[in-house]
């Protein structure tokens, strides 16, 4: 037997975005105060993928912290394209292959469906390229970038 759902179950104020976000958000009641959520389930072959300034790579953000900047989004490089020079994260960067090849091209590594990637804070790695149409569930436990990336064109693509 399921139980009614309580209308105080709800999550301690925050401030989120994101698509599953966007489908829990219970308002504050008052203006200037953070929102409160529920629980959500979302079918990722509904959304839309929104493509970013970089060429070939699009995202479906499920949600991103938006005061301590991590986020949980599924990643989609077309083949060919890939991030064109060697970087670093402000945060841990995640990432677990769910279809396609997609390479580290200094160090050879190849995300194969399957294969799970941790690249540490601050560890610089890139450039990469997908072999093949790429889709990646993508992890950050913090901001992405300590400054926005110059292959990047918009400020929001960066966090």
């Given at each position: ?10 999550s ?8 599953a976000?966007?489908?829990?958000r ?7 105060l ?16 929104i493509?970013?300034t ?7 953000m ?22 064109p020079?060697?970087h ?53 436990d ?7 990336p ?10």
């Open positions: 037997m399921t139980e009614p759902e309580n209308p105080e179950n709800l301690e104020p925050g401030a989120y975005s994101g698509e976000p966007e489908r829990a219970v308002p504050a009641a008052e203006p200037g953070l929102d409160r959520y529920r629980e959500v389930l979302l079918h990722v072959d509904d959304l839309e993928w493509d970013k970089l060429a070939g790579l699009s995202q479906k499920l949600w991103r912290d938006d005061e301590t900047g991590a986020s949980i989004a599924l990643v989609r490089f077309k083949a060919g394209s890939g991030v020079s060697r670093a994260h402000a945060s841990n960067q995640f990432m677990f292959c769910l279809s396609g090849r997609y390479t580290y091209l200094p160090t050879g590594i190849t995300l194969t469906p399957g294969s799970f990637y941790w690249n540490p804070k601050g560890s610089l790695h890139g450039p990469t390229r997908a072999e093949e149409d790429s889709v990646l569930l993508e992890v950050y913090g901001p992405h970038y300590p400054t926005q110059d292959w990047y064109t918009s400020e929001e693509d960066a966090r």
